[in-house]
């Protein structure tokens, strides 16, 4: 069974302006925490923000806040003030903490800014 | 934050020969990396969990014997695609756990391998 789901598989946001990437989770773990990863085309992953299941604040790590809403199980991305190098694709992910530590990633969103 | 190395970056073979690939943790002992495996424009799939000193734990469906897992140390971790395919093309991504950091910021991700059998 599909743990997280990412609805969109590409997205076009204009430069300067926010974009919103989905993203919902399935577990019957009462702890876990949500990541956001960035991967440009060179490949490397990069860490964007991380949101606990008892974190009781919406998670902010500069121009990236996350929309946690765990009744819904859902964990969205907002980026603020679009820039060129945030061309990328965008994975969220799952950690379980009964899982043995495995990180389980969503299928990706392709985000594009245009100028 | 920790550094997690990967060798080579970039391998091109024939089929049937096998390929190695290491993954390192720099600055960090990992007891635990993880290999991942990604298809063009699709997600990171986990192959296994590999425990330094142990045998590696393989997700449904990754054969064991093809994709051998070796972590002998706790800076080391290697695997090693056996009798490569060009169905084995693809690029390999591992990530090393620190245990000194906290549960978010634990997992280090190295910079992948780009395999390609021809």
């Known amino acids: 069974a599909q743990k997280i789901t990412q609805t969109q598989p590409g997205m076009f946001v204009q430069e300067k302006e926010a974009v919103t990437l989905d993203c919902t989770y399935d577990?019957?773990?009462?702890?876990?925490?949500l990541f956001w990863y960035k991967q440009p085309s060179s490949g490397e992953m990069i860490f964007l923000i991380y949101?606990?299941?008892?974190?009781?604040q919406n998670a902010t790590e500069g121009r990236y806040s996350l929309n946690f809403q765990k009744a819904r199980k859902s964990a969205n991305l907002v980026i603020s003030a679009s820039q060129l190098g945030d061309s990328a694709m965008y994975f969220c992910a799952m950690r379980e903490l009964y899982s043995y530590d495995k990180v389980i990633f969503g299928p990706g969103t392709s985000l594009s800014v245009i100028p | 934050g920790a550094v997690v190395s990967q060798h080579p970056s970039w391998v091109i073979c024939k089929s049937g020969t096998s390929v190695k690939i290491e993954c390192r943790s720099l600055?960090?002992?990992?007891?635990?990396m993880f290999w991942y495996r990604q298809f063009p424009k699709q997600s990171l799939m986990l192959m296994a969990t590999?425990?330094?000193?142990?045998?590696?734990?393989?997700e449904q469906g990754v054969e064991k014997d093809k994709f051998l897992i070796n972590h002998a140390s706790l800076t080391l971790s290697t695997l090693t695609v056996t009798s490569a395919h060009p169905e084995d093309s693809s690029f390999y991504i591992c990530?090393?756990?620190?245990?000194?950091?906290?549960?978010?910021?634990?997992?280090?991700f190295g910079p992948g391998t780009r395999l390609t059998v021809l």
């Open positions: 949101q606990g299941s008892y974190d009781e």
């Open positions: 577990t019957s773990d009462q702890s876990y925490g």
């Open positions: 990530s090393a756990r620190d245990v000194d950091r906290s549960f978010r910021d634990e997992q280090f």
């Open positions: 590999s425990n330094e000193g142990s045998k590696a734990t393989y």
């Open positions: 600055d960090f002992q990992a007891t635990t």
